[in-house]
C-alpha cells in the first residue's frame, strides 16, 4: 500500500461517533500519522550512485545556514530524493550520500564544495536483525520562540557507540500537488475545529451555557502549528523524511534510535516529539517526518571536532574560476568537484610563487604546471634545485624526457662574459655573485669588490683570464689596500680559502672551464640542475647565483615574441633570496644574504618584460624576501604550519586572519591559489601527472670536450695541476731561458726542466704536460693582465708558441725555437729592447721566488753591502751550472735575475753594475 508522503503529517483520523471522540481520533493521528499501530515499515536503499563524506566543513549557528540546510534548500522543490546514511563500523563513523543518478551526486558535490569532500562509494549495509523505524513529530504547542542554544549534534552524540550499525535517512522533496492537498485537508480540519472549539447549550428556556472544548482547541492550534511548518518549508525547502536505525544487536539500534531525540532544536517556538517504532515489517508504513530544509541542516549539523573516519575542519576559500583561454594549463579540479581547474599561461606573467611545508604537494604541483607548459606549449624551463633531485624519476612525463645536470657536470668560466653581455657588466654580477655566496667578515666584501673590479679594468677586461688568476691577484691587491698587519692576514685567509675551495682539483671545472659553452644549452630544453652532490652550501648557493645571472642576460638579449618564452624555477629559494631584516643586519659587514637577495630581487623586476618568468618555491614563506609576495601574480599555497607564515600568507590571499590557521588543516595535494586574471582565493586539489608518460628517462649532456694544448682528457688531474702552477714555473723559467737566450746543449737543458717537473709532480709523469701548461700560463700573468686582449701579442698566442716548442720536443736553444716564436720577436732585452718583457720579469721573479737564502735574497737583508762578495761568488758558481745548457745565453738569463733583484730590492742600478762586472756577466760587446 503507498501512503501519502505529506500527508503523513495529518495521518488519516479514524472513524467517531460524537465530536469529543472525533477530536481525540484528529490529535491521535496528528501525534503518530500513519504509525498509530506503532509499526513501520522496513528499511531498503533505493539509491543507485553513492559518495562517502571524507571532510565535513567546521559551523557554527554564527556561520549561517549548516552545509546540510544548503544542500537541501537546492535540491527542493525538483522532484528529487536523496538518502543518507551514518554508519558505524568499530567506533568508525561514515557519512554517506546516495542518488538516484550520477548527475545529481555530482550536483550535490559541486553546492557542498570545497567544505566539504565526497568521494566514491558503496551503497550502506540496511539489511540488519534489527531495525527500529523513528519519526518527528511537530507538536501542537508553540514554545518560547526564544534560541535554542545548539547541544551536541546527533554526530557527537553517535560516536563511541560501538558495534556495526547503520542510520538510514531517506528525503523526498514535497511536489506542489502534495502541499495543495495537505493545507486543503488542513483547512477543513482547522474550520472542523472552530465549530467546536465553543459549544454553547440551552440550559433553559431562558438560560444557555457555553463550553470550550479543550480537544478541539488543541486540534485547532496543532493544524496551526502544521501549517506554518508547511509555509516554512515552502520557503527554504519541505521535505518528508523517513528514518530507520538499524543493527544487528537490538540494543545497539536502539542507541541509535535514542540518540535522534532532541537532536532537532526548536526553531521559532515549533518543536518536534521524537517517536520510535520498533515493530518493523514489510508492507507497514514508514516512519515518515515532514522536516524542513533548516531541520535537516540542524539533524546533520557538523560536530565541534573530528571523528574517527570523518574529518572537519574550516570550509576553504570558494571561488571557482577555471581559465578559459586556449593557452592554459591543466593543474587539478576545484576541491571537492570534478571541475577542472586551470591557470592560463598569461598568469605567469609577473612570475609564481610555490610554498607548503614538506611532504604538501609542490613538487607534484610543480611537475604539473612544468610539464603542460612544455609538452603543451613548448616553453621551455631551467630548474635550478640546491638540495635534492624530484625530477629525474618524472622524466618520462615530458616530451623529449628531461635534461638533468648534476653539479659536478657543470663546466663554465665565470669570468667569460655571456653572450651578448658587456664583459665589464659581467664581471661586476659575477662579484655581487659572490659576495651574495659566500659569508666573509668586514672588509672582505669590499676587498672581493675590489678584486673583480681590478679584472674589469684590465686592457684586456679579463679576456681570457680564469679564477686562478683572479686568485693570484689576492696577495697584491691586499698589499696596497695599507690594512694593519693582523687585519691584512685576516682579509687574505679569509678570502684565500674560498677561492682554494672553488679551484680545489675536484671543484675548478665548475668555474674555470676554458669556456660556458654549455651553460648555452640548458635553456633550450626542459632542463633540471641538481646540486645536491655537492657538500657545500654556499658553493651551491654560488653555483645557483652563477646561473641565475646566466638566465637574466639570456633574457636581456632575447627577441620577445610571447608573455612566457622561458620559466626559471628556484627550489629552495630562502638560500639565494632570503627576507633579511634591514634593522637588524650589519650595513658594514656587506652582508651575503642581503646582495643576494638585492641581486634576485633586481632580476625579478626586470626581466619579466624580456618574457623570462620566474617560479619560486621554499616551504617557509617568511624566509623568502618579501618582494617575492609583492612580485609575484601566480601564488600557489600548500599546507603551512607555523603561525607566522600562515598570517603572512592569508594576507597575500586576501583571507581574513581569522582564517590563517585554515592554511595548516590543507591536506597533501590541496592548494589554495590566486592569480593574475582571478585575484580572489580559489581551493583546488592537484591531480597527479597523467599515466601516458612518453617513456623518455631522464639525461645527462656529454661534458664540452677538453680543448687545453697539453690534450689533458682528465679535468682533475688538470686542474691538480694547474693548481702547482706557481710551483711549476720556475722549472718553466729555465725552459723559457733556453727558446729565449739558449746556445747550449738544448737537449740537456729540456731532460733538466723535466726532471725538476718531475719532482714537483712527486713522480707522477702523467701531468708533466699540464704542469708545462700551467707553468707557462703562470709565466704569461702579465701579458695576460696588462697585453692585448687578442692578435699576435695576447697572452694566448704566446703561451700557445711556447706550449709548440714544448710539445714539439724541441732542443731548447734559440735557434730551435726561431721558427715557431718568430711573432715574439723583437720584444724584451731578447730582442735588444732596453726594457725587459713581461715574460723575462716573470722568468726573474719565479726564480727569484726559489732562490736559496745565500743568493740574490740577500740583496733583500739589511747588510746586503757585506753580502755582496758572496753574491759574486755565487753568481760564478750559477754561471758555471748553466753554462753548458745555455751557452753564451747564460750571461742575458742571469743578468736578467740580477736586475730584477736589484729592482724588487729598492736598490740603485750601480749595485747590479757591481754584480754584474764581478761576476764576468757583462755581455761582451761586438764592433
Not at 477530536?23 to 501525534?31: G, H, P, R, V
Request: proline share 6%; with cysteine.
Amino acid at each position: 500500500m503507498a501512503y501519502p508522503r505529506l500527508a503523513s503529517v495529518i495521518g488519516d483520523p479514524a472513524e467517531a461517533s460524537s465530536p469529543d471522540e472525533r477530536a481525540q481520533n484528529i490529535l491521535d493521528s496528528l501525534k503518530y500519522g500513519f504509525n498509530q499501530g506503532f509499526e513501520c515499515g522496513t528499511p531498503s536503499v533505493v539509491a543507485k550512485h553513492w559518495g562517502k563524506v571524507q571532510i565535513l566543513e567546521r559551523w557554527s549557528p554564527e556561520d549561517g545556514a549548516p552545509p546540510f540546510e544548503r544542500l537541501t534548500s537546492a535540491l527542493a522543490g525538483i522532484m528529487t530524493f536523496t538518502e543518507l546514511a551514518l554508519v558505524g563500523i568499530d567506533g568508525e563513523l561514515g557519512l554517506l550520500l546516495g542518488f538516484e543518478g550520477a548527475d545529481e551526486l555530482e550536483r550535490a558535490r559541486l553546492l557542498l564544495a570545497p567544505g566539504i569532500r565526497i568521494v566514491p562509494s558503496s551503497p550502506p549495509t540496511v539489511a540488519f536483525q534489527h531495525a527500529v523505524g523513528v519519526t518527528h513529530r511537530p507538536q501542537g504547542e508553540v514554545l518560547d520562540s526564544s534560541e535554542q542554544a545548539l547541544g551536541d549534534t546527533l554526530i557527537d552524540r553517535l560516536d563511541g557507540i560501538e558495534g556495526r550499525w547503520t542510520l538510514f535517512i531517506r528525503c523526498e522533496s514535497v511536489s506542489m500537488l502534495d502541499v495543495l492537498n495537505t493545507r486543503y485537508r488542513l483547512d477543513a480540519l482547522a474550520t472542523e475545529a472552530s465549530s467546536y472549539v465553543e459549544m454553547t447549550s440551552q440550559v433553559s428556556e431562558t438560560m444557555t451555557t457555553r463550553a470550550v472544548s479543550h480537544r478541539w482547541t488543541r486540534v485547532q492550534d496543532w493544524t496551526g502549528v502544521i501549517a506554518r511548518l508547511i509555509s516554512q518549508g515552502m520557503g527554504v525547502g519541505l521535505w518528508t523524511v523517513d528514518t530507520w536505525a538499524s543493527s544487528d544487536d537490538d540494543i545497539t539500534a536502539r542507541l541509535v534510535a535514542g540518540a535522534l531525540h532532541t537532536a532537532i532544536p526548536s526553531d521559532q517556538g515549533r518543536c518536534y516529539e521524537t517517536l520510535s517504532f520498533d515493530d518493523t515489517k514489510p508492507g507497514a508504513p514508514p516512519p515518515t517526518s515532514v522536516l524542513t530544509s533548516r531541520d535537516i541542516g540542524w539533524l546533520l549539523a557538523p560536530p565541534r571536532s573530528g571523528k574517527p573516519g570523518l574529518a572537519v575542519r574550516p570550509a576553504p576559500p570558494a571561488g571557482r574560476r577555471p581559465c578559459t583561454s586556449g593557452a592554459r594549463v591543466s593543474i587539478g579540479t576545484y576541491e571537492g568537484t570534478n571541475v577542472a581547474a586551470s591557470i592560463g599561461v598569461s598568469d605567469f606573467e609577473g612570475h609564481a610563487f610555490v610554498t607548503g611545508t614538506t611532504g604538501s604537494g609542490k613538487s607534484t604541483t610543480v611537475h604539473k604546471l612544468l610539464a603542460d607548459m612544455w609538452n603543451q606549449h613548448r616553453i621551455p624551463f631551467l630548474v635550478l634545485d640546491p638540495v635534492k633531485d624530484d625530477y629525474s624519476e618524472v622524466s618520462a612525463h615530458f616530451s623529449g624526457g628531461l635534461q638533468v645536470v648534476r653539479g659536478a657536470d657543470l663546466h663554465l668560466n665565470l669570468l667569460e662574459a655571456w653572450p651578448g653581455e658587456n664583459s665589464r657588466d659581467h664581471i661586476a654580477r659575477v662579484a655581487s655573485a659572490f659576495r651574495g655566496a659566500f659569508s666573509m667578515p668586514s672588509p672582505t666584501p669590499y676587498v672581493v669588490t675590489q678584486l673583480f673590479d681590478r679584472v674589469a679594468m684590465l686592457p684586456s677586461e679579463g679576456a681570457g683570464m680564469s679564477l686562478f688568476d683572479v686568485r693570484d691577484m689576492v696577495p697584491s691587491l691586499i698589499s696596497s689596500l695599507g690594512y694593519a698587519p693582523e687585519q691584512e692576514a685576516n682579509i687574505r685567509a679569509a678570502l684565500m680559502t674560498r677561492l682554494n675551495l672553488l679551484l680545489a682539483p675536484t671543484r675548478a671545472h665548475r668555474f674555470s672551464w676554458t669556456d660556458s659553452s654549455m651553460v648555452d644549452r640548458l635553456f633550450t630544453q626542459p632542463t633540471v640542475v641538481t646540486l645536491s652532490d655537492l657538500a657545500d652550501d654556499e658553493e651551491r648557493s654560488f653555483v645557483v647565483l652563477l646561473l641565475t645571472l646566466a638566465t637574466w642576460a639570456r633574457a636581456r638579449n632575447r627577441t620577445v615574441t610571447r608573455a612566457v618564452e622561458h620559466l626559471l624555477v628556484l627550489e629552495e629559494a630562502h638560500r639565494i633570496l632570503p627576507e633579511v631584516n634591514e634593522h637588524i643586519a650589519d650595513q658594514e659587514s656587506g652582508s651575503a644574504r642581503q646582495v643576494s637577495a638585492a641581486m634576485l630581487s633586481a632580476m625579478m623586476a626586470e626581466v619579466r618584460s624580456y618574457g623570462e618568468q620566474i617560479i619560486v618555491i621554499d616551504q617557509s614563506p617568511s624566509r623568502v624576501s618579501s618582494d617575492v609576495s609583492r612580485n609575484t601574480n601566480l601564488k600557489i599555497v600548500h599546507r603551512i604550519v607555523h603561525p607566522e607564515d600562515q598570517k603572512q600568507v592569508a594576507g597575500v590571499l586576501g583571507l581574513s586572519q581569522d582564517n590563517s590557521p585554515l592554511l595548516g588543516l590543507l591536506e597533501r595535494g590541496e592548494a589554495i591559489c590566486t592569480t593574475r586574471t582571478e585575484p580572489s582565493a580559489q581551493t583546488i586539489s592537484v591531480s597527479a601527472l597523467p599515466r601516458r608518460p612518453f617513456g623518455v628517462n631522464a639525461w645527462t649532456p656529454s661534458p664540452p670536450p677538453t680543448l687545453w694544448p697539453c690534450g689533458c682528457s682528465r679535468a682533475e688531474t688538470h686542474f691538480r695541476a694547474w693548481r702547482m702552477a706557481d710551483c711549476a714555473a720556475p722549472p718553466m723559467s729555465l725552459f723559457l731561458a733556453g727558446v729565449f737566450w739558449g746556445e747550449g746543449d738544448g737537449r740537456k737543458l729540456r731532460q733538466y726542466v723535466y726532471r725538476e717537473l718531475i719532482a714537483v709532480a712527486d713522480g707522477s709523469q702523467a701531468i708533466t704536460d699540464c704542469l708545462a701548461w700551467a707553468g707557462l700560463r703562470q709565466l704569461t700573468t702579465m701579458r695576460r693582465m696588462a697585453g692585448p686582449a687578442s692578435g699576435p701579442n695576447s697572452a694566448e698566442s704566446q703561451l700557445e708558441a711556447m706550449y709548440q716548442v714544448w710539445e714539439g720536443r724541441l732542443p731548447l736553444t734559440i735557434h730551435s725555437a726561431d721558427p715557431i716564436l718568430a711573432r715574439m720577436q723583437g720584444q724584451g732585452t731578447a730582442g735588444g729592447q732596453e726594457r725587459p718583457s713581461w715574460e723575462e720579469q716573470a722568468i726573474a721573479n719565479a726564480l727569484l721566488s726559489v732562490e736559496p737564502r745565500n743568493g740574490l735574497k740577500l740583496l733583500r737583508g739589511a747588510s746586503w753591502r757585506s753580502a755582496l762578495p758572496d753574491l759574486v761568488d755565487y753568481l760564478k758558481g750559477r754561471k758555471a751550472f748553466f753554462e753548458p745548457l745555455l751557452g753564451e745565453g747564460v750571461i742575458p738569463f742571469l743578468a736578467n735575475q740580477v736586475r730584477e733583484a736589484v729592482v724588487s730590492s729598492n736598490l740603485t742600478p750601480d749595485v747590479m753594475d757591481f754584480l754584474l762586472a764581478r761576476a764576468g756577466l757583462l755581455a761582451q760587446k761586438t764592433n
